[in-house]
Every structure is written in C-alpha cells, then in structure tokens.
C-alpha cells in the first residue's frame, strides 16, 4: 500500500547538501544516513553547486548494470530529464535558498535524486547479495557489505505472494517465514485481502479462516535475472486481530504454506524444497523506538501506480515514472533497502494503538508485508512489519513487540 506525497524543500535540500560533500556548521561532513532525512534548513551558500550533484548522478547511472536496465531508449530519456531538472532545480535553489517556493516538478526531481545518488538506495539482489560495487549503494557501501551474510540469509526466507501464473508483474506482496516446522509465513491483511478479491472462486472462506483450494503460492527467490524458482502453495490463511480503519486497523495476516508435491515441483520446473528457515521476531522496542542507527527492508516493491493516482506529474513529464525508470524499470524483483527510523513508536499522532513507527527506506507498493531487520543485531530479527507507505517521507510498519500477542492468537488457530 503506497500513499504518495513529497518532502519538504529543505529536507530535500539538506539531505543533497549532506550527500555531496558540503560540510556542516562545525566543518565536518555528516552521514546522509545517519541523520535521516528529516534534517535541518540550509544556506543557499552550502548548497552543492549543480554540476557537482549533476555528474556525480550521470556516473552512477551510467554504470548500472545492464541487466538492471528493463528499457535503455527509455532510462536514457529519463536519465536526461532528471539532469536538466536538477541543474534548473538545484540553480534556483542556490539563488534563493531553502526560502524559495518550490514546484511539484522540482521537489519531484530532488526526491528523485535522494532514491538515486545512494542515499535511500532500492538494490537488487543476486543470490542473496548486492554485488559489491553496485553504483547505487552510496555510503551505505560499507555498512551493506558488513551485512551481507545477515541479508543472504534473511532473503532466503522473504518470498513474492504471487497467483499461479504469477511473477514479476503479476503478485501480490511480500511475505517471511516466522515458523519454519509448521510453514507459516507472516504478511499484511491488505495483501491477503488482494488475493481473497482475485480468488475467490477458488477460496473457502469460513468463521474468518481463507482455505485456498489452488491458486495462490510463494516464491521465495524471484531475483533480477534469475529463472530459479522455490515456490510453496497457500492452503490457509487468517487476518491477525480485528478489523478496524486507519492505523487502528491491525494490517497483519498470517499465512500457511505447504511445499509441493512431486508432480506439482516437475510442472513448475523446480525441486521439491523444505520451507526456509524462519525469520526470528524481536518483542524488544530498540527498533521501533529509532535506537538503532540503521535498519533494512527486504521485499519486492512493485510498479509505480497509474498516473491519474500519482503525484510529481507536472506538464509532460512525471517524476515518479523517471525515478522508477532510473531504478531500472524493474520491479516485483528482490530488493534490499537500508534507512532508518525517523518517527519512532509512540510519535505518530494518527496512532492511538501506539503499535506503528515511520521509516525511511525507500519502498512500493509490491513491499506490503516486507520485514522490518535489525541487520546489525545477532540473528537479524524482524522488529517491525511494513505495511504502508509515502516513498521517502514517511513509511508505516509495525512494531513487532505490541502486535505479539495477536499474531500468537492466530498462529495457534492455524
């Protein structure tokens, strides 16, 4: 579930200043990550003068990897229209400052630079891994290479919910296994409601109990490039706690799976697998409480919505198709993205549960259900279930400690 909305200028502006290199007050230059993205205003003076970011994002782009690269006509034409706008964007902006009334274009094309430049970075995965000199990886370079053995690990246990004939175009969300021994897999109501719309016909639905008859499955690869499938099929699922609106609304399903028989393994061209090892759960709040310096999301964020329910559109061009397109126009593939918490548990005022925190990563929609990892902590726990979100201004996960005790309810149900 993905609401779009876009940053303030001077966040935007700081956090470009931060990135390429211009120093601080005290004359140090600080971590784009570190700090997040809610940062402080910033003196036209200390703005980065617009060729400097302009060739460092034409560098980074130019060497993405081919393979990430869905379309090379079209992330050329994006890859223009980002330069020009930033060059105009960033020009004004050293005129006038943080001061200066921004349009949507060019608040869109400086979110787009942050997604870009390596600062909130969405990395693709190969084998479990981003390859080690990935342009995109910025300076999260050294922290994502330390982790790198924790975010293999996980990612094998983070699969696309997807229908028969699904892939990358066609799922879901995103799911992770919280018990190995009885394959239960933990993901968003939202997505579970998705598939009761689109499968119905083969769905019993009793006493709030979702038995699927055939239709649904779990992969548990779905990399960029990779013909590998480990699928699973869905036989059962429940909503966690009641229904109710907004972040009231408890958006958490549970979900049972059961690997497949030999035949079904033979028509999908794959072996039969044990389901992955389970993903542990942290009751504990250091997470959601923003205590941790960093975090990741592992997940498959999807496509960009239609135009007439996105922003960033002005005149010709819209933003959020450019930004999409410099990803590589390749979603509903495995993706790792790092960031922080920068509305800690207790902080959201639309949150009177007091079970849901912001963060910063950068998502889409097709991310519903990814897990929220505490990648520097032993074991790697999830502490959070994202649900929702607002690119990079703010997304919604819960903690994972206050919604403990209904995820057991239903656990023991299935």
Not at 72 to 82: E, G, I, K, S
Not at 136 to 142: A, C, R, S, V, Y
Not at 364 to 386: D, I, Q, R, T, Y
């Amino acid at each position: 579930m993905q609401h779009n909305h876009l940053l303030p200028a001077s966040t935007l502006l700081g956090t470009i200043a931060r990135r390429h290199g211009t120093p601080s007050g005290d004359g140090s230059v600080e971590s784009t990550h570190a700090l997040g993205l809610e940062g402080a205003d910033v003196a036209a003076e200390d703005l980065p003068p617009p060729d400097v970011v302009t060739d460092g994002l034409a560098d980074t782009l130019d060497r993405l990897p081919s393979d990430e690269i869905a379309d090379p006509v079209t992330f050329a034409r994006a890859r223009d229209l980002l330069l020009e706008q930033t060059t105009r964007t960033l020009t004004k902006a050293r005129q006038s400052g943080s001061k200066a009334v921004f349009t949507p274009k060019e608040l869109s094309s400086m979110e787009a630079v942050i997604k870009l430049d390596g600062t909130r970075p969405s990395l693709m995965l190969r084998d479990g891994e981003v390859p080690a000199n990935h342009p995109f990886l910025g300076t999260w370079k050294d922290e994502v290479k330390g982790a790198r053995y924790a975010i293999a690990r996980t990612a094998a246990s983070v699969g696309r919910i997807e229908p028969k004939r699904g892939g990358p175009a066609n799922y879901f969300g995103t799911g992770f296994v919280i018990d190995h021994g009885r394959g239960l897999v933990l993901t968003n109501r939202h997505v579970l409601e998705a598939m009761w719309r689109r499968l119905r016909d083969v769905i019993d639905l009793k006493n709030g109990r979702f038995t699927f008859l055939d239709g649904a499955y779990i992969d548990f690869v779905g990399e960029v490039g990779s013909m590998r499938r480990n699928r699973f099929k869905v036989v059962e699922a429940m909503a966690v706690g009641p229904d109710a609106t907004g972040n009231e609304r408890l958006d958490a399903a549970v979900l049972k799976i059961r690997p497949l028989t030999t035949d079904e393994a033979k028509a999908e061209q794959q072996v039969v697998g044990d389901v992955p090892r389970a993903v542990p759960l942290s009751n504990e709040l250091d997470g959601p409480l923003g205590q941790f310096t960093s975090f990741c999301v592992i997940g498959f964020p999807g496509t960009i919505p239609p135009p007439a329910e996105r922003q960033g559109t002005e005149g010709k061009v819209d933003w959020q198709w450019v930004a999409y397109e410099l990803m590589g126009g390749r979603h509903g593939v495995k993706r790792v993205a790092p960031g922080i918490v920068h509305k800690p548990l207790g902080s959201l005022v639309d949150d009177p549960k007091r079970w849901c925190f912001g963060h910063d990563a950068t998502t889409l929609g097709g991310n519903s259900g990814s897990p929220v990892l505490a990648w520097k902590e032993s074991g790697e726990p999830a502490f959070g279930l994202h649900f929702a979100g607002a690119t990079t201004q703010t997304n919604y996960a819960h903690a994972y400690g206050p919604i403990h005790d209904e995820v057991l309810k239903t656990v023991a149900t299935l």
